[in-house]
């Protein structure tokens, strides 16, 4: 049994990017060395949302959608659902023309506190590593290391095939020289109001 905090519909790491350039979501996948970001900000429910924003979306789907967003009223910019089954029915709808996304599995202590919710999943979760993540505002991992800065290129033996950071303590080294070279202003300000920096774990569940 696999304790999470639910699931969420996001872009395979090679599908990560925005093909209008609009600037949003990046124009190409970030990448280190070959290897994809693999973390939680990856273009969450985009397929499902841009549906929804032309009007071309069946209305069972837009229900769903609405119903995740009212059931995620916080500041953490993360919508997260605990029904593996209303997952799939989005990965499905968002898959409808190209396979582009996949449903990943999530595990926070300070996300398990905003959402008040924690699942014992049955199904198994293959457990990739972790993201660290100013909640609410964005992933360190993908703007320190996978960004344009090559300040922190040192900490690439940090990341593995999954674009991810192996364990704790290779995150909390990461957290450390993020905040060294922000304080000599050359990577942006970290925000941490209202939750703070978190080292949230993505797994891919078996359904």
């Known amino acids: ?33 070959g290897v994809y970001y693999g973390g939680i900000d990856r273009m969450q429910w985009f397929d499902v949302d841009e549906a929804l924003f032309d009007k071309s979306i069946p209305s069972g789907i837009a229900s769903s959608r609405r119903i995740i ?35 990943i599995a999530i595990s926070s202590p300070i996300l398990a506190e905003i959402k008040q919710k924690r699942i014992d999943y049955n199904n198994n979760i293959e457990w990739f590593g972790i993201d660290l ?21 040192h900490l690439s033996n940090s990341i593995n095939k999954r674009g991810l950071l192996s364990n704790k303590e290779c995150a909390m080294r990461l957290l450390e020289e993020y905040r060294k070279y922000m304080a000599l202003g050359v990577l942006e300000q970290l925000i941490e109001e209202p939750y703070g920096v978190d080292c949230v774990w993505i797994g891919s569940p078996s359904f």
């Open 1 to 33: 049994m696999n304790a999470v905090c639910g699931f969420i519909v996001v872009r395979t790491p090679s599908e990560n990017y925005d093909a209008a350039g609009r600037g949003v979501f990046p124009s190409q996948p970030p990448t280190l060395s």
């Open 133 to 153: 993540v100013d909640i609410g505002h964005s992933s360190l991992l993908r703007d320190g290391l996978f960004g344009t800065s090559s300040c922190l290129s």
């Open 69 to 103: 967003k009212t059931q995620n009223i916080d500041f953490s910019g993360i919508d997260i659902v605990t029904d593996i089954d209303l997952a799939i029915e989005m990965l499905n709808f968002s898959n409808r023309k190209m396979r582009r996304n996949e449903i």
